[in-house]
């Protein structure tokens, strides 16, 4: 579970879903219910299917594995990779004699009579038994991320680069709790892929125990923040959650992303022009040239990602005194059209900001 940085529109068109990007994706799992099971299984295609609960921690373990089981084995007609949810459709559970979570059966080419499967709960063992028992010839698919897996070489150019607020997970292979966090460290990272200067990134410390010890890691996983000012990591006590996730990073980076990696309605503001916006949006045409050359003075005066904002902010202005104090209504409206049309997510986030920043002069 690796990341690049946000590769801009390059990198724009990853899914969020349960897990992996690009290859890998939950869909590629069949949901199976009352309504579909007998039409999808034992019939022209063998079957794998995962009886599980939503609650299920064992479930969210083998969740990384399964999708990219499905992933590798979306291509192959003869089989299919399906799962059912066994607290939404306790009678199918029930007729398969399901009395534990996660159960794997498999189910022979037009046979409703299948066989539990009793071995390893890995990609790779998984793959090994589908292609013996359904006659496939089928790899591992190749799995894209939005983690940064760093190693002994990436490690310190990466994480104590100053202009970078760096998250890592510390974890290990074998470690059953860092399989419980993957999908979620992931949506984590794909949530804040077109912020430049953060990196969600993670490193194997059973293989890279030198790094582990000179940061005090002795259990998996760990996971350390280290922000532009402060290169010697500080403990990452918060939630498990995406959501805690989401907003520790807010709060510690000074950006403005929801779970799904959207800008919010804060994204681009800038509280030191708050009253002058003010200011200049009470007072008439006339007075709103006068108001002008101090926003200008205030805008000269930031610094980083805000001097930016600020030169949006300036733009309004002036297109306000230009057009009209009705501009901003007008643009929002323009700007609402384009985000609905089929955009780039850097296309997408640069309208979002010039939104929230209209909507002060609005």
Request: glycine residues 6%; contains cysteine.
């Amino acid at each position: 579970m690796a990341s690049s940085k946000f590769l801009l529109e390059i990198s724009a068109t990853l899914a969020l879903v349960l897990l992996l990007a690009s290859s890998v994706s939950a869909e590629d799992v069949v949901i199976l219910t009352d309504d579909n099971f007998e039409k999808e299984v034992g019939q022209d295609r063998a079957a794998l299917i995962e009886f599980y609960a939503p609650w299920c921690g064992h479930c969210k373990k083998l969740a990384p594995d399964y999708e990219k089981l499905a992933a590798s084995f979306k291509k192959a007609k003869s089989v299919l990779i399906g799962k059912v949810d066994c607290d939404a459709h306790k009678s199918i559970c029930s007729k398969y004699d399901v009395s534990g979570y996660p159960t794997l059966k498999w189910f022979p080419r037009g046979s409703l009579e299948p066989k539990k499967y009793e071995g390893a709960r890995t990609a790779e063992a998984l793959t090994e038994f589908m292609n013996s028992e359904g006659g496939t010839n089928v790899k591992i698919a190749a799995v894209s991320s939005s983690v940064l897996v760093l190693s002994l070489d990436n490690f310190n150019k990466v994480v104590l680069d100053e202009t970078k607020d760096v998250l890592v997970e510390f974890y290990a292979p074998w470690c059953g709790h860092c399989k419980h966090l993957a999908p979620t460290y992931e949506k984590v990272a794909i949530a804040f892929k077109l912020e430049d200067n953060v990196i969600i990134a993670n490193v194997d410390a059973d293989k890279y125990r030198d790094l582990a010890e000179r940061y005090g890691v002795s259990g998996y996983p760990t996971l350390k923040f280290f922000p532009k000012n402060n290169k010697a990591g500080e403990d990452y006590g918060g939630g498990r959650d995406l959501d805690d996730f989401v907003t520790f990073i807010n709060e510690k980076c000074g950006t403005s992303r929801d779970a799904k990696g959207r800008l919010t309605s804060k994204a681009g503001l800038v509280a030191s022009l708050e009253n002058l916006v003010k200011e200049f949006v009470s007072v008439g045409s006339d007075e709103k040239k006068a108001v002008l050359p101090h926003l200008e003075q205030e805008v000269e005066k930031l610094k980083g990602t805000n001097a930016r904002y600020g030169k949006i902010y300036l733009k309004v202005a002036k297109n306000c005194v230009e057009k009209g104090g009705d501009y901003p209504k007008k643009e929002i409206q323009r700007i609402d059209r384009m985000l609905e049309k089929s955009i780039s997510e850097v296309k997408s986030d640069e309208f979002n900001l010039k939104k929230n920043i209209l909507s002060t002069f609005a």
